[in-house]
């Protein structure tokens, strides 16, 4: 009877060390993916560092400015006039650059 009880005190263990070899492999999995998706956003901000001065300041503009204004007008002064201003200073915003993506977050 004691072999029966070494027999299923090991098979007990096996059984913990498989529950922690499969919590083990799923964490590594989820790191996996968490590290592609951290390479992702670091390339992404590295990308946004060249053009966060731009666009905040057109956001800053659009929330000073065009409160009074309607749509049209707004999107005149913001995608045009604005948008030209900054860049014949040589300040750089996003392609497409819209105050409303820098002043919100729909996540």
Known sequence: DEANDEKCKAEQEAEELTSRKNLAK?????????????????????????????DC??????????????????EELWKNQWTADLKSRGISISDGSDPMD????EG
């Open 26 to 54: 799923r964490l590594i999995d989820g790191l996996a993916s968490e590290n592609v998706r951290w390479g992702e956003e670091v390339k992404k901000l590295t990308s946004n560092k060249k053009t966060v001065v731009g």
């Open 57 to 74: 300041i057109l956001a800053a503009g659009f929330v000073s400015y065009v409160g009074a204004f309607d749509k049209e007008l707004r």
């Open 102 to 105: 820098v002043l919100s977050d």
